[in-house]
């Protein structure tokens, strides 16, 4: 029998853009410049992270019509953003036929507790993760690729280091760990699925505390999720990484930052306002491709690093008013 939107499956497409880059693009042009310079996939919005930071407002899902007209002018496959917890954005892009779906901190959240049960879709998603726990949740609910949130739209590889960083040595820890703590770690990774349930007995005067066979995400209670990220994080103790391919984002600027990520052991990157903010963009996305081939070879890196133009004009995390990061735990 013919298998359709089984997670191996979503899990293998992931994988086919292994070792790649990955580019936002806002139309068919732009599209066509990241085909031609090795991309091995585009991201399809509206407008690209600094745009959207610089605009303010609420971002959402972009016109189909627009993710249509890149999707005809590329044969890479073709990724578009949904805001987290809006299903309904990504059934519509599901019937577009778009070839995976972005869950982004980058658009304005629709649901303040809950991401979308990414099992109940065919088409595979990649979502965001700050940390360990945030991507083990992910994992569990169905995304078959992660990514560092970093911080999107400023050229400040900092918070993307950081992402790493932390889930490097949280998976270290987890592969001394006993099969008991890591029940205990599953619990706390369990911790905000309990927020609504939580915040609804706070406002009715109840006792904080939910019923062992009450569902508190979709139909899953509390200890189906604890057993879920249990049997996640067994799998990670097991492998030594992730089970899905995860990628590096947010804050990539130039060749170095996208060879920088691929030492500190990603399985590719995606650029956004990156190469569109720059002076000579269809120059700096092939030189970011030719660094993550090359991430290894510094005198690669120091040639196609010459004479690339202004790379995009970062910005001081610390300055922010918004914290994309932040967005969906």
């Known amino acids: ?6 997670e191996r499956l979503k899990r293998g497409f992931a994988k086919m853009v292994k070792g790649g880059v990955i580019m936002d693009v806002t ?41 249509r007209e890149i999707m005809d002018a590329v044969t890479i496959p073709v990724m578009a953003k949904a805001r987290i917890g809006h299903f309904a954005e990504a059934q519509a ?7 995976m779906i972005d869950e982004s901190e980058v658009l304005t959240p629709a649901d303040p507790y809950f991401h979308i049960d990414k099992r109940s879709f065919k088409v595979p998603f990649v979502c965001g993760a700050r940390n360990l726990g945030e991507a083990t949740r992910r994992i569990w609910e169905g995304a078959a690729m992660i990514r560092t949130k970093g911080e999107a739209g400023t050229g400040n590889i900092i ?5 790493v960083r932390l889930m490097n040595e949280n ?16 619990k706390a990774f369990a911790e905000p699925y309990l927020r609504l349930a939580l915040e ?20 899953y209670t509390y200890e189906e999720i604890v057993e ?15 089970p899905v391919v995860n990628f590096a984002a947010g804050g990539i600027a130039t060749p170095a930052d ?9 399985d590719g990157v995606f650029v956004g306002s990156g190469i569109f903010k720059s002076s000579d963009p269809e120059k700096m996305a092939r030189a970011i491709v030719d660094a993550v081939n090359h991430y290894d070879d510094p005198e690669i890196l120091a040639e196609v690093s010459k004479g690339l133009g202004e790379p995009m004009r970062g910005l001081e995390i610390e300055r922010l008013a918004v914290r994309m990061e932040e967005r969906g735990l």
Not at 93 to 99: T, V
């Open 200 to 219: 609804i007995r706070e406002i009715s005067g109840l006792e904080r505390k939910v019923l062992d066979n009450e569902p508190i995400y979709g139909e």
């Open 258 to 266: 996208a060879a920088l990520m691929m030492q500190m052991g990603v």
């Open 159 to 163: 918070e993307a280091v950081k992402h």
């Open 1 to 6: 029998m013919e298998e359709k939107g089984t």
């Open 27 to 67: 139309d068919a042009e732009q599209a066509r410049i990241a085909e031609e310079a090795g991309a091995v996939s585009v991201m399809a919005l509206e407008r690209v992270p600094a745009d959207i930071r610089a605009a303010g407002g609420v971002a959402r899902m972009a016109d189909p019509k627009k993710i």
């Open 93 to 99: 892009l599901e019937a577009l036929g778009i070839d």
């Open 228 to 242: 879920g990220l249990y049997g996640i994080l067994l799998e990670i103790k097991e492998l030594g990484r992730l």
């Open 171 to 186: 998976i270290r820890l987890i592969r001394r760990m006993t099969d008991e703590q890591l029940w205990g770690v599953a």
